[in-house]
């Protein structure tokens, strides 16, 4: 058994490969959706054929510091003493694990825990250099760089503005610097401006695409939940003063914006009855309960509300 934790996805993956390799019975579960109790009789099922193959279970946050169901941790400490040979199970966590946990130091007596770290500098220019030569594209250092720093040297952010930039080209050739520069996200903060203001737009496409960057870069959606609620008030208030006959700048002074936003909260209004973002307010602030309460999976959460939006 295998337990591969750390911060990047892309990283995580790669671990897993160099363990699957070619082999093609790989069951994947999540501990989000299932319980331990399913992964362990899946992990001790043998076919009539006897076969080999990998389970990977993605989530172990029982390895972490929450809270775990003991009935379920001590039938899973029974299951090591004497595992099912023809499976390999790969467990993932993108949280820190408590190694002064009983069933973590169990788990490392007699099987593998592989840390997976964030890249130095150099490491990471070396590897987005080596990912675009092995799809045949000619980058310079320079741009790698770039690239580099405009991801907050996240990994799997670079790797995901990289498959950007392999379908913008779509056949091998040289990266031009301003390409780069019009594909490549800025920053962090430009992103989460962007996925609110989607988000007002009602656009789901682009915020769905942009909440899948912010994923990556493991942004706090409690910090996304907030920047949301904020604009709907801004919203909310403009439209009700507008509705009074309040002018634009009696609305700026009264709310503590500048003229243009409030004009343009006015302008995104256009696609909203006041009701409507009352019961949005409304929404978020029980989704903020639920995710601070550990009822709901933080990304889910915000998932769940962009479909109220539909």
Same mark, same amino acid.
């Given at each position: 058994?295998?337990?591969?934790?750390?911060?990047?996805?892309?990283?995580?993956?790669?671990?897993?490969?160099?363990?699957?390799?070619?082999?093609?019975?790989?069951?994947?579960?999540?501990?989000?959706?299932?319980?331990?109790?399913?992964?362990?009789?899946?992990?001790?099922?043998?076919?009539?054929?006897?076969?080999?193959?990998?389970?990977?279970?993605?989530?172990?946050?029982?390895?972490?510091?929450?809270?775990?169901?003991?009935?379920?941790?001590?039938?899973?400490?029974?299951?090591?003493?004497?595992?099912?040979?023809?499976?390999?199970?790969?467990?993932?966590?993108?949280?820190?694990?408590?190694?002064?946990?009983?069933?973590?130091?169990?788990?490392?007596?007699?099987?593998?825990?592989?840390?997976?770290?964030?890249?130095?500098?150099?490491?990471?220019?070396?590897?987005?250099?080596?990912?675009?030569?092995?799809?045949? *594209?000619?980058?310079?250092?320079?741009?790698?760089?770039? =690239?580099?720093?405009?991801?907050?040297?996240?990994?799997?952010?670079?790797?995901?503005?990289?498959?950007?930039?392999?379908?913008?080209?779509?056949?091998?050739?040289?990266?031009?610097?301003?390409?780069?520069?019009?594909? %490549?996200?800025?920053?962090?903060?430009?992103?989460?401006?962007?996925? %609110?203001?989607?988000?007002?737009?009602?656009?789901?496409?682009?915020?769905?695409?942009?909440?899948?960057?912010?994923?990556?870069?493991?942004?706090?959606?409690?910090?996304?939940?907030?920047?949301?609620?904020?604009?709907?008030?801004?919203?909310?208030?403009?439209?009700?003063?507008?509705?009074?006959?309040?002018?634009?700048?009696?609305?700026?002074?009264?709310?503590?914006?500048?003229?243009?936003?409030?004009?343009?909260?006015?302008?995104?209004?256009?696609?909203?009855? %006041?009701?409507?973002?009352?019961? *949005?307010?409304?929404?978020?602030?029980?989704?903020? *309960?639920? =995710?601070?309460?550990?009822?709901?999976?933080?990304?889910?959460?915000?998932?769940?509300?962009?479909?109220?939006?539909?």
């Amino acid at each position: 058994m295998y337990l591969i934790y750390g911060d990047s996805f892309r990283l995580i993956e790669e671990e897993i490969q160099k363990i699957v390799k070619e082999e093609t019975n790989v069951v994947t579960l999540d501990l989000y959706s299932v319980s331990l109790t399913d992964v362990l009789v899946e992990a001790g099922y043998v076919s009539l054929f006897e076969e080999k193959k990998i389970l990977l279970v993605k989530n172990a946050s029982f390895f972490t510091s929450a809270k775990t169901n003991e009935e379920e941790i001590e039938a899973f400490l029974n299951y090591m003493e004497q595992p099912n040979p023809l499976t390999t199970v790969i467990f993932t966590s993108y949280e820190k694990i408590d190694a002064r946990k009983k069933v973590t130091k169990k788990f490392s007596e007699k099987n593998k825990i592989i840390s997976v770290g964030n890249l130095k500098t150099n490491d990471l220019v070396s590897k987005v250099r080596d990912l675009f030569f092995s799809k045949k *594209y000619k980058i310079s250092t320079e741009v790698i760089q770039y =690239i580099v720093n405009a991801c907050g040297s996240n990994y799997d952010l670079i790797y995901n503005e990289a498959n950007k930039l392999f379908l913008y080209y779509g056949e091998s050739q040289t990266i031009a610097f301003s390409d780069v520069k019009e594909i %490549v996200s800025k920053s962090m903060e430009d992103n989460h401006f962007r996925f %609110v203001e989607a988000v007002v737009a009602k656009d789901l496409k682009r915020a769905v695409s942009l909440l899948e960057d912010l994923y990556i870069l493991k942004v706090e959606p409690i910090t996304l939940l907030m920047l949301l609620a904020r604009e709907y008030r801004i919203l909310y208030s403009s439209m009700l003063l507008r509705s009074r006959g309040y002018p634009i700048q009696s609305i700026s002074k009264h709310l503590g914006l500048q003229d243009w936003q409030v004009e343009k909260s006015l302008r995104a209004s256009s696609s909203y009855y %006041v009701n409507d973002l009352a019961v *949005y307010l409304k929404q978020l602030a029980e989704l903020d *309960y639920e =995710i601070k309460s550990g009822k709901i999976d933080r990304f889910l959460a915000l998932k769940t509300f962009l479909l109220t939006l539909v």
